[in-house]
Every structure is written in C-alpha cells, then in structure tokens.
C-alpha cells in the first residue's frame, strides 16, 4: 500500500514558477513509476508528466515540454515537479499517483493523492 500526499500549489502569475512535491509512505515506493496529471474545471483529467522506478526516464505532455521538469528522490520517498514559465492554461488541480508502468493512462496508475490546486493569474 502506497500513501501519496502532494504540496507546494498556490497562486503565481504567469511565468512565474512552482515546485510540487509528491510525498509518499510505504517501503516500496522506490519500485514504481510516479505520474502527474491534472484536472482543470469542467475537463477531463489530462497527462502532465512521468518518471520510472529510478529516474532513469521522463515522458512529458507536448503541452509542458521544455517547461515542466519531473524528479524524483527515493531516499525521501519524494517526487518533484518543477514548473517553470507557468501560463493561465496551466491553471488546475494537480495529482500525482503510483504505478507499476511509466505510462500516460490514468488508468494504469494504483495510487493517487488528493491533489493541489495551481492558479496562474494573468
């Protein structure tokens, strides 16, 4: 059992930059891949970013490449998403979750945390 618990969202202007962290209880945390998602108000949950077991691979949303950085530290059962040169369309609840795949599907994700609000003012 995987306990996810994200920090760091609040309010920037646009680019501006936020680092959320995705803190995460259990002893096997180290062995699954972490995703980020988001859910802006009236749209459905979208891809933001994923990283595997060791950090050894990202994926990234077209709409945040080059922009948004995923790491992770399993010494701290920690994964981060910097998020740099933020836009207004950025605005949305963001989560991440755990896995067994670095996939971009939702679905395939086991573990989820209850989200943090990002808003970028205009």
């Known amino acids: 059992q995987v306990q996810l618990v994200e920090s760091g969202g609040g309010l920037v202007q646009a680019g501006g930059s936020l680092r959320l962290s995705c803190a995460a209880s259990?002893?096997?945390?180290?062995?699954?891949?972490v995703g980020w998602f988001r859910q802006a108000p009236g749209k459905e949950r979208e891809f933001v970013a994923t990283i595997n077991w060791n950090g050894g691979s990202t994926y990234y949303a077209d709409s945040v490449k080059g922009r948004f950085t995923v790491s992770r530290d399993n010494a701290k059962n920690t994964v981060y998403l910097q998020m740099n040169s933020l836009k207004p369309e950025d605005t949305a609840v963001y989560y991440c979750a755990a896995g067994s795949m670095t996939v971009s599907t939702p679905s395939w994700y086991d573990y989820w945390g209850q989200g943090t609000q990002v808003t970028v003012s205009s």
């Open positions: 259990g002893r096997t945390f180290s062995t699954y891949a």
